[in-house]
């Protein structure tokens, strides 16, 4: 379940300004349930989508995520930063501005996926 932006730490919204370049314009995701906390973070230095999560669970799907895309680094989103700071692990991605991709059967944004998964 995603939490609002307010429930982040001081500290973890000091550390994304601090990555950002300053203050910044926060909008949620309106999609997925990965992270407790989903956004494009707007601030001086552009835009990152910000992932955060406390819980156990969370935090634990964050890390494999980083670790995945290390390992396949020649697909975006690139991490640009992560950290942890009060219990969370704070991790900023490269934006990428476009739909979720559209995956029932039929739809036409299936090539492209099995296109990626093929690549990987």
Known sequence: ?????TTLPESVTAGIAERVGGTF???PALGGDHAEIASTVTGPAGQVFVKAASGEL???SLRYELAATRTIDRH???VLWH???DGWLVVGTEHLAGP???L?????????FLATLTAL
């Open 1 to 5: 379940m995603r939490s609002d932006w």
């Open 25 to 27: 314009d926060v909008v």
């Open 58 to 60: 969370g935090v634990q």
């Open 76 to 78: 975006p989103p690139a």
């Open 83 to 85: 950290f942890e700071s």
């Open 100 to 102: 979720h991709p559209d």
């Open 104 to 112: 029932p059967p039929g739809s036409p944004d299936l090539d492209l």
